[in-house]
């Protein structure tokens, strides 16, 4: 097989299975490609600060995450993935609990950048609650 049908074959990694992190935060993505990214997050008290708002380390997270693999789809059939090298979060409403949908696109995507754009909004009425914007450098995948 040539390098180019290697590339092709690639797949993102079990998103679910790669460590405690991401599966402790319980970020569900819904929709994933190299030009969106859907998902959602039920709030609750585990993601609480000690005076009972969701913490903005989750949105951080979350946010990074969203932009990390939507990026990462862009670019692996080129045999590449994505990691950020700066991630700049606004947080705007505080919330206590219940779901959260999260949206990630891409504002550009480069040979080498990329720029995502992620919005984190209350489901019950589509308000911002945090957003942010990723820039991620495409990187080789590591060999196996």
Do not use: C
């Amino acid at each position: 097989m040539n390098d180019k049908g290697a590339e092709s074959e690639a797949a993102l990694p079990d998103l679910y299975d790669t460590g405690a992190f991401l599966t402790s935060l319980g970020l569900v993505l819904d929709e994933v490609t190299g030009a969106r990214v859907h998902g959602h997050l039920d709030l609750s008290a585990t993601h609480h600060t000690p005076w009972g708002v969701a913490h903005g380390g989750a949105y951080t997270t979350t946010i990074e995450s969203a932009a990390s693999v939507g990026a990462s789809a862009a670019v692996l059939d080129r045999g590449e993935f994505a990691v950020g090298v700066n991630n700049n979060t606004d947080f705007i409403r505080p919330v206590t609990t219940g779901r959260v949908e999260v949206l990630a696109e891409p504002i550009n995507q480069g040979r080498v950048q990329q720029l995502w754009q992620v919005t984190i909004s209350r489901a019950e009425d589509g308000k911002t609650v945090a957003r942010g914007t990723v820039r991620l450098q495409n990187v080789p995948l590591p060999k196996s």
